[in-house]
């Protein structure tokens, strides 16, 4: 059984257009999050959400919009799509919210803007 | 402004052989140090842990060693084996409100050849 999936694997899109990824944990952990690999393949936190409720939101456009309908599921919405949002998106889960809670990954979502 | 940094892009070993990992880092609040192993088109996996109060830990073929006064930590991996042929992150977590969020190093590449 997959732990952390996500869904879409590949999404390729033009710019201007509005897009979702959706990501579901099957673990039961408390905390999810979004980080984002850029070409420099960084691995950068944008979100995180706990229990539903939004606890980091980095410096990430407002076109970026994070939406967490159940502790399982965290979705991440785009709109207005640009080429510098082309890049790795991973969502993740822990049990809670805290460093020393192994964060699991799911596969990655490679966004393609053109 | 990087605060993790791993200088090195890549590394060879040859199989039996130890390997070395190395991460940098500046902010003297970081209290959580963490490695994660990455396979191509898969999401980062944890692999092992270290406490800022700890200077050592150990779990089968993976060492971390942590040198708070050099802002330094290693991940060692011996004997190193094919399979170990990875893309490693190192991740620091901590400062007042510690939300779980980690920020992580570029990456190395490990190439283990037999």
Request: proline share 6%; net charge positive; charged share 20%.
């Amino acid at each position: 059984d997959t732990a952390v999936s996500q869904t879409p694997k590949y999404l390729v899109t033009q710019m201007g257009n509005d897009k979702s990824i959706k990501c579901e944990q099957n673990l039961g952990h408390d905390t999810m999050y979004w980080y984002k690999q850029d070409s420099k393949k960084f691995l950068k936190i944008m979100f995180s959400y706990n229990n539903k409720e939004l606890i980091i939101n980095e410096t990430v456009p407002n076109r970026f919009s994070p939406k967490s309908p159940d502790k399982a599921h965290l979705n991440l919405h785009i709109n207005s799509l640009e080429l510098g949002d082309s890049a790795v998106y991973f969502c993740a889960s822990s049990p809670r919210d805290r460093p020393s809670y192994e964060q699991y990954f799911g596969p990655g979502t490679r966004l393609t803007v053109t | 402004d990087q605060q993790v940094k791993q200088n090195s892009p890549s590394l060879s070993v040859q199989e039996g052989r130890i390997s070395i990992l190395n991460c940098d880092y500046t902010n003297s609040m970081f209290d959580y140090f963490l490695w994660y192993k990455k396979y191509p088109a898969e999401g980062p996996t944890f692999l092992i842990s270290i406490s800022s109060i700890k200077d050592k830990n150990e779990d089968g073929r993976f060492t971390v060693f942590l040198n708070k006064s050099a802002k330094h930590l290693s991940l060692h991996i011996v004997p190193s084996q094919p399979g170990d042929s990875a893309v490693y992150f190192c991740a620091a977590s901590g400062g007042s409100g510690n939300t779980g969020k980690l920020i992580f190093g570029q990456g190395t590449t490990l190439q283990v050849k037999p």
